[in-house]
C-alpha cells in the first residue's frame, strides 16, 4: 500500500497568512494526488485535483503542486472560514489512501 | 445541482449486519464510477470501495474485503453498502462519494454528509 505523510500534523496561522502544508507519497504517484477540506462536524469538501487543477467553485486562494512524491497544499490570505482540517489522497493504485490530516488552527 | 443522500446508520451489535444507502440526483448516476469512504470518530479518512458504472468492477479495502460489499442500481439512482460481521472498529461516519473520471485519472468530486454506524453491544 501507498503510504501518504502530511506535515506538520497541525499548524497555528492569522487570518491574512499564507500557509504551506506537504504531503509525501511512500513511492512515486505521478500526479494523482488530490486535496480536501473537512470541517467539524462535515463531509470533505473536494479543493483540488491531479496535484494542482482546482475543483470547479473553489477558489483560486489554494492551490496545489508537486509530482512524484513530493506535493503541497498552499492557500493565500487566510480567513475565518478556511480554519479546517486538510487531508491529501492518492488515486494511483488500490487501496487508495489518505494523509493522517492536517489541522488549520487559527492563532 | 449533484446531490448525494446517504441513510441507513444506526446501532447495530458486534457480529450484526447493516446496509447502508446512497440517492444520487442532479447528474446521470449511470455514468459515474461510485465509492463508499470512512472516517471513524476523530480520525482521519479511510477508503472503503469503488464500483464502476455497471458494476463489473468492484474493488475493496483488504480489511472490508469478504465482509462489506458495493452495489448498485442505476435505474434508483442508487448506491448501497452491505456491511457483514461487523466489528467495532468499523464504527464511523459512511461518505458516499462521486468519482469523475477523465481519460487519465479519476479522482473525488462531490460527497454526501454522512451516515453513522455505530458498533456496540
Known amino acids: ?107 | 445541482e449533484v446531490q448525494l443522500v446517504e441513510s441507513g446508520g444506526g446501532l447495530v451489535q458486534p457480529g450484526g449486519s447493516l446496509r447502508l444507502s446512497c440517492a444520487a440526483s442532479g447528474f446521470t448516476f449511470s455514468s459515474y464510477w461510485m465509492s463508499w469512504v470512512r472516517q471513524a470518530p476523530g480520525k482521519g479518512l479511510e477508503w472503503v470501495a469503488n464500483i464502476n458504472q455497471d458494476e463489473s468492477g468492484k474493488y475493496y479495502m483488504d480489511s472490508m474485503k469478504g465482509r462489506f460489499t458495493i452495489s448498485r442500481d442505476n435505474a434508483r439512482n442508487s448506491l448501497f453498502l452491505q456491511m457483514n460481521s461487523l466489528r467495532a472498529e468499523d464504527t464511523a461516519v459512511y461518505y458516499c462519494a462521486r468519482i469523475y473520471c477523465t481519460r487519465t485519472s479519476c479522482y473525488y468530486d462531490y460527497w454526501g454528509q454522512g451516515t453513522l454506524v455505530t458498533v456496540s453491544s
Open chain 1, 1 to 107: 500500500d501507498i503510504q501518504m505523510t502530511q506535515s506538520p500534523s497541525s499548524l497555528s496561522a492569522s487570518v491574512g497568512d499564507r500557509v504551506t502544508i506537504t504531503c509525501r507519497a511512500s513511492q512515486g504517484i505521478g500526479y494523482h494526488l488530490a486535496w480536501f477540506q473537512q470541517k467539524p462536524g462535515k463531509a470533505p469538501k473536494s479543493l483540488i485535483y491531479d496535484a494542482s487543477s482546482l475543483q470547479s467553485g473553489v477558489p483560486s486562494k489554494f492551490s496545489g503542486s508537486g509530482s512524484g512524491t513530493d506535493f503541497t497544499l498552499t492557500i493565500t490570505s487566510l480567513q475565518p472560514e478556511d480554519f479546517a482540517t486538510y487531508y491529501c489522497q492518492q488515486y494511483t493504485s488500490y487501496p487508495y489512501t489518505f494523509g493522517q490530516g492536517t489541522k488549520l488552527e487559527i492563532k
